[in-house]
């Protein structure tokens, strides 16, 4: 078999809803980097937090690579190094973030190692947000000053659910089109990265990057943030556990879900066999 690229979401895909990998995924996963096959995490995550458990299962070694920040950030994880990234405009995080402090939502964004928030945001979000990420944070006065240099993304939460973040995608689509794009990676996450930038886009970059064709790549993926990848790529699987939104954007539906081995359903039926 010709080799292919193998992109995996991480939460609600590659991983259970105990953030862990079971062992028959861990196993499969790594009898496709023995037959050739690259395999791509492709997350959400910070880049940090993506490291983090892409050294813990062990995908951190040759024909390993990772998609970070829904797409802004593509890593090499045998050479350690980044390949590519693309961050917001500064003015418009500004924007942003006043907007967000406007209607009262919680919002962050990073840096190389850090959650980072201002000290008018309840930190509380970003401790549970760190919990569930094996992130750490750090408060800082304002974006406008004590931001290093241009993030990767904006990430606005509320735990309670949509009835805040979702007029405020709408806010972003109206009033940021052509500048930032904004989009839901689960019930309590609402992402803004900068406008064209998504996991979609980054299975592109990574085939130009490795010399592969589109018609080489599948997919797997759950939440709204994976439509576009599953799109893009030759083949995009949807887990069983998937939005309906996701599962109707996909050319197969995992039979056993992200708890179930979905993802080792998926390589051996079009990888191993």
């Not at 039979?255 to 990888?271: C, Q, S, T």
Request: net charge neutral; glycine share 6%; aromatic share 8%.
């Amino acid at each position: 078999m010709r080799p292919k690229i193998l992109f995996l979401d991480l939460d609600g895909t590659l991983l259970n809803d105990q953030k862990r990998i079971s062992p028959e995924n861990q196993q499969a996963v790594h009898l496709a980097l023995s037959r050739g096959h690259k395999v791509v995490i492709a997350s959400g995550r910070p880049l940090k937090s993506a490291l983090i458990q892409a050294e813990s299962i062990g995908l951190d070694g040759p024909g390993c690579f990772l998609i970070a920040y829904n797409g802004a950030v593509i890593y090499d994880c045998s050479g350690k190094r980044e390949l590519f990234r693309r961050t917001l405009d500064m003015d418009d995080l500004y924007q942003l973030f006043d907007e967000a402090n406007r209607r009262k939502i919680y919002i962050q964004t990073y840096d190389n190692n850090d959650v980072l928030l201002e000290s008018r945001n309840d930190s509380e979000n970003a401790r549970r947000y760190c919990l569930l990420t094996d992130m750490t944070y750090r408060v800082i006065d304002n974006v406008r000053t004590d931001l290093p240099e241009p993030p990767p993304k904006a990430l606005m939460i509320d735990f309670n659910g949509r009835m805040k973040t979702e007029p405020m995608r709408q806010w972003i689509a109206a009033n940021m089109a052509g500048k930032i794009d904004a989009f839901f990676s689960g019930q309590y996450y609402l992402e803004a990265v900068a406008a064209g930038q998504n996991k979609g886009r980054a299975v592109l970059d990574v085939c130009k990057l490795l010399n592969f064709s589109p018609r080489d790549t599948i997919a797997a993926g759950d939440e709204a943030n994976d439509i576009s990848m599953l799109r893009t790529a030759g083949l995009g699987a949807a887990m069983k556990n998937a939005l309906p939104e996701v599962k109707a954007a996909a050319g197969y539906v995992t039979r056993r879900d992200n708890n179930h081995d979905g993802v080792a359903e998926i390589i051996y039926h079009y990888l191993l066999e």
